[in-house]
């Protein structure tokens, strides 16, 4: 009982106070370097993208035509070099942070949450509950996500909001099944017997003793899949279909320097770093966080 | 005779799987007065723990009935089934999965109180759960730990005091003790014992351990594939067997008193498969006495002596 | 140490364990498992070590086979002699030759420690193939005759695990465990998995193919039972330490450990229904700590002052009785019975 210290309660009489689930599970990740590098990355990225919209004007900077030369490789006053339309290059990088981060998180805000609350009512209830749910989910996983989110976008036409809807439904079908077996696991413990026989109700049972419970694996995945929204979000709009231009997504970025890329490489390279080191940051804390959720991991 | 607080009637419960209907409890009656324990043992798939459940609704009974009080609880729907949840509690086997690891022990025996709504106030509750954890032995020390820090008999008694929050009238202990160490397994049948006492409670108590229940039971109900094949007061059952499942199941005790040499009874082969079973003695097959009669007809629970019941075409009287 | 004549015969100790003491060594603590323990296998012997969750029995019967896990475990001092070959000084090629030949090993959970996706006759062949040079049609041949010895029709070999029940696997596993006619066979709570009536025929069987192999056994039970069924000789472990060791007879009816004496009160009475059981009070000690005195003290209804701060020898009481509690130097000291 390491992690023990003592409090005393207002009657005077002591008693252990445990650290939270939360101060364990940090406990375990600090021990993961790689994990701890990726976080710190992560946070610094954060930092930047947010301090872009102090540092550059977004009008003037990031989308308009720039008096500052055109295609100039990087130098002191540009570090990044500037692009065909004379933008720096590193204020077009900073600021798209938040795009890919945006995408990021919403994208897997909307596949984590429709995809958990299907794959529980299915682990839950099994039968035809279950039949119904996991059969359709089935049927949109035979079809390749890329060609599911770019008919999307085809139909509802190109925007940012539509991007994030198309890749977000897109796995939903993913999660649900991974939400559907750790449901399954943790309906099989007795304590959710032994809640029923203390007469608490399904809702009550299924939000308090089985999604908490059933979170570690759904949580991990959500983390990898921060990474692969963001690249996904980067394809769409290197092919025309995601972000519009003249908005910095890193992947817009790609698509715009592509005439330009043979003799200008700088244009590439800084948003290609971009994804990558983002893309890197969020998988390592994703492997430290697997690791410090596993309980058999724990030693 | 005392009065009858529980009434089991010819219950039942199938299972459906893909290889047809699986008889877990497969039409088994008794009665348990109030304030005894009734001990049901048998091995493993023999259907003790699925009884157990049916009677609680934890399995919703394929037929019969359960009169508790006199009332049937098979037909209890939405509020009565809530206040009979309250009446009738159930002890885990299993003090490691039974409790959820998110839980402390305080959140673990407050559950209970505070979803049956018992009390409201939040410095009764705190009150009430400090004095359970009093009645079951835990130190008021441990009331922020979490139960995968605390050993197995401590978790046990967590899981009692859960079951005693609700001050329920009867309890089915499904294995209470089988995950634990001798030593513990003792304490916590004492707590057991003594609860029964102070409380006036009655106990259904399963397990396949044949020295714990003799120490612990007043009846004995021996099961098989299902059904009820002998049933008798505890000295009764042990000194004077008539089934041949139980003279086996009791010879097969290890003994630690060396001076005790007892003649074994060895079976022929194993439990057979519970999925539609034949028409007949389900025992016959290891049965070292079975004939004709039991290989073609089921037999019937009959009264040889007073209290003292069996389920056999020739019982070894 | 002090032992009789017959055990100085080195002809008849297949397994000498001396001053083992083994720790796991994690980032959070050093849990010590073993400490300090000393163990002889007679030539066709069966000793049972009986202890609670967390003794440190299997800690010490993987160590014989060298299976400790490397980290965590740090093996600080001891040897371990089979067949007179001291086992850490062993080549990766020996050892794997001593595995299953000289020393095999039964585990507790059937259901687990057979490979599903093999047939039970190619999982016994396997062993016989690796250990005895034969070829696969020979070996098979083999492993078929070794199923018929634990009671299962020959003709079942080509069948899988999961086709057989929980009795029938684990007469499975006795089998490749017999396969190669091993001198020393280490059973970790091989019936614990198994029902009443199944584990009286497969403890039936142990005894049988006992005298038919001339194995010496190690049985590793938390059943005061099945030691008294099936040992000769007994070793009470508790916390890493063997407490009081002997014959069977010595140790059950002229019990000299309090720790001993309370598992035997923690039993129910087969003889009067009616009579409390005396647990053991509090818990098993925390493995993380090294105690100053007897580790058994803060649970010992006899402890005195000078438990608490001194170690207990070991006292062999007779040739055949060993005993580790300090109360023991105070000539009139006896513990009670019930």
Known sequence: MKFLKKETSSDGRSRYVKKSKLQEVWHQFKKNKGAVVGLIVLILIFVLAVAASFIYDFKTDICMLSRNGRLLTPCLEHPFGTDHMGRSVLARVLYGARYSLLIGFVVVGISTGVGTLLGALAGYYGGKVETIIMRTVEIFLMIPNTLLGIVF???FGISLTNLMLALGLSTVPHFARNARSSVMTVRGNEYVEAAKALGVSDFKIIMKHILPNALSPILVQATTRVASAIISAATFSFLGLGVPSPLPEWGAMLSDARPYMRDYPHLIVFPGLAIMITVLAINLVGDGLRDALDPKLKR | MGEVLLEVKDLKKYFETPKGLLHAVDGVSFTIEKGKTLGIVGESGC?????????????????????????????????????????????????????????????????????????????????????????????????????????????????????LAVNPKFIVCDEPVSALDVSIQAQVLNL???????????????????SVVYYFADDIAVMYLGELVEKAPAEELFAHPVHPYTQALLSAIPNPDLDVKKERILLKGEISSPINPPDRCRFAKRCNYACEDCMSKAPKLVEISPNHFVSCHHPLV | ?????????????????????????????????????????????????????????????????????????????????????????????????????????????PMTSLNPVMTVGDQIAESIMLHEGLSKQDAYKKAKETLETVGISGERAGDYPHQ????????????????????????????????????????????KLKEDYKTSTIMITHDLGIVAEICDEVAVMYAGQIVEQGTLREVFKNTKHPYTEGLFNSLPNMNDRNSKLTPIRGLTPDPTIIYPGCTFAERCPYATERCHTEKPQQKWINENHMVACGRYDEPDFHIERR
């Not at chain 2, 006036?200 to 108590?205: G, V």
């Not at chain 3, 800690?59 to 086979?65: D, G, K, Q």
């Open chain 3, 1 to 109: 140490m002090k032992h009789n004549e017959k055990i100085d015969n080195a002809e008849d100790i297949v397994l000498d364990i001396q001053d083992l003491a083994i720790r796991y060594v994690t980032d959070d603590a050093t849990t010590y498992a073993v400490n300090h323990i000393n163990l002889r296998l007679k030539r066709q012997g069966t000793l049972g070590l009986v202890g609670e969750t967390g003794a440190g029995k299997t800690t010490t019967v993987l160590s014989i086979l060298n299976l400790i896990p490397d980290p965590p475990g740090v093996i600080d001092s001891g040897k371990i002699l089979v067949n007179g070959r001291d086992v850490h000084k062993l080549s990766p090629k020996e050892l794997s030759e001593m595995r299953g030949k000289e020393v095999a090993m039964i585990f507790q959970d």
């Open chain 3, 164 to 207: 057989f029940s929980g009795g029938m696997k684990q007469r499975v596993v006795i089998a490749i465990a017999l396969a190669c006619h091993p001198n020393i066979l280490i059973a970790d709570e091989p019936t614990t998995a198994l029902d009443v009536t199944i584990q009286a025929q497969v403890l039936e069987l142990m005894k």
């Open chain 1, 153 to 155: 976008v085809a139909v």
């Open chain 2, 192 to 210: 057991l014992k003594e609860l029964q006492q102070k409380l006036d409670l009655t106990y259904i108590f399963i397990t396949h351990n044949l």
């Open chain 2, 47 to 163: 259907g003790k723990s699925t009884t157990g459940r049916a009677i609680l609704r934890l399995h919703e009974p394929t037929s019969g009935q359960v009169l508790f009080q006199g009332k049937d609880v098979t037909k209890f729907k939405g509020k009565e089934l809530r206040e009979m949840r309250k009446d009738m509690q159930i002890i885990f086997q299993d003090p490691y999965s039974s409790l959820d690891p998110r839980m402390t022990v305080n959140q673990l025996i407050r559950e209970p109180i505070v979803t049956n709504k018992l009390l409201t106030d939040k410095n009764d509750i705190e009150k009430r759960v400090l004095e359970l954890m009093e009645t079951v032995g835990l130190a008021e020390r441990l009331y922020n730990t979490y139960p995968h820090e605390l050993d197995g008999g401590r978790r046990q008694r967590i899981g009692i005091a859960r079951a």
